[in-house]
């Protein structure tokens, strides 16, 4: 079944940097188109970046443009989210999903990221 895993959030000062994974499983990997999207507390969740099957375009919401690169292993099933110069309203747990209609509603337990000021 479709399983995807991600990991690598934690507490980080404003300013600071994390590295999102997101391991993914039970589908074609190397052809689905991958997203990162993220919920705030007492918020609804919305879309970060997005990146193609093979890397070649990606996406960005303008609240993280320049800031975010969204990337993939297509050998290790992986996607990545580098995130850099946080600010505290990054803060939230941040979900991968793939970009097909027929995989959207699959959806890992997240991970947390929280930036201090």
């Known amino acids: 079944q479709v399983q995807l895993v991600e990991s690598g959030g934690g507490l980080v000062q404003a300013g600071g940097s994390l590295r999102l994974s997101c391991a993914a499983s039970?589908?074609?990997?190397?052809?689905?188109?991958m997203n990162w999207y993220r919920q705030a507390p007492g918020k609804e969740r919305e879309w970060v970046a997005g990146?193609?099957?093979?890397?070649?375009?990606?996406n960005y919401a303008d609240s993280v443009k320049g800031r975010f690169t969204i990337s993939r292993d297509n050998a290790k099933n992986t996607v990545y989210l580098q995130m850099n110069d946080l600010k505290p309203e990054d803060t939230a747990v941040y979900y991968c999903?793939?970009?097909?209609?027929?995989?959207?509603?699959?959806w890992g337990q997240g991970t947390q990221v929280t930036v201090s000021s």
């Open positions: 999903n793939p970009g097909r209609s027929s995989l959207r509603n699959y």
């Open positions: 039970g589908f074609t990997f190397s052809i689905s188109g």
């Open positions: 990146i193609t099957s093979t890397g070649g375009v990606t």
